[in-house]
């Protein structure tokens, strides 16, 4: 029995020899009634010549055959973000959305389609329609948050990776991401917390009365865990540190 043509393709891919795999799969698309699988095939042993002209080419023919093929745009989009062609895998998306505004995968590319062209802005309300549409969803929420890290928005990163660290049903390894994540900010934070403690006398003063306080007055925002830290701080203070110098007025 004669092999088809994804069958003689595998073994020439198998044997290494891409080229011959890439001229049998481009002789089917050619002949006009290939089945969907030998374009997305071509679009791989393309890709893997970095031909991706040839890859993009093969998957827009895929398209024209069958328009509404998930497969076939959703792998589309990949080789356009692949082969840094942005503009049009965000177009594409976009596209995809207008038909299907809250189908996950469009939204996912156009989310990676930002944040690589470091967009985070744009990445950030993709993210939002994201966590949105799939709140139990902890990847979504993990990437919403490193997002507002990137962003400097501490605190909607910290409320985002507590949640995905305390509460039950992330991965394990997203919640020791999480819990990493919480204890850099925290530190971050009480570096710069310590500095002005050192500089500014009455806010010594008031972070020895109310610490948790005093910190969230001065724009801090830290983890459940960084806030009980806070709280033993004073006694540290008061017995390892020199207090700040007073500004007293000067006549002259």
Known sequence: MKPTTLQQAEEYLQRGRLKQAARVLRRAVRSGDAPLECYLRLAEVCRLQENWRGAIEAIRAALQCQPDSIPARE???????????????????????????????????????????????????????????????????????????????????????????????????????ATLELERLDQMQMHQMVRLLMEDALFWVKFVRDPKGAARERGFTFSRVGEEVLETLPDTLLREMPRPPRRNACYS
């Open 75 to 177: 792998r589309l989009i990949e080789l356009l973000l692949e082969s840094g062609r942005l503009a049009e895998a965000i177009a594409e998306c976009e596209r995809w959305l207008q038909e299907m505004p809250e189908h996950p995968t469009p939204l996912e590319h156009l989310l990676d389609a930002h944040w690589q062209a470091m967009d985070y802005l744009r990445a950030l309300q993709v993210a939002n329609r994201l966590v949105q549409l799939q709140p139990r969803s902890a990847y979504y929420r993990l990437r919403r948050a490193r997002l507002l890290d990137n962003l400097g928005r501490h605190a909607e990163a910290i409320s985002d990776y507590e949640q995905l660290a305390f509460e039950a049903g992330a991965p394990l390894e997203i919640m020791v991401w």
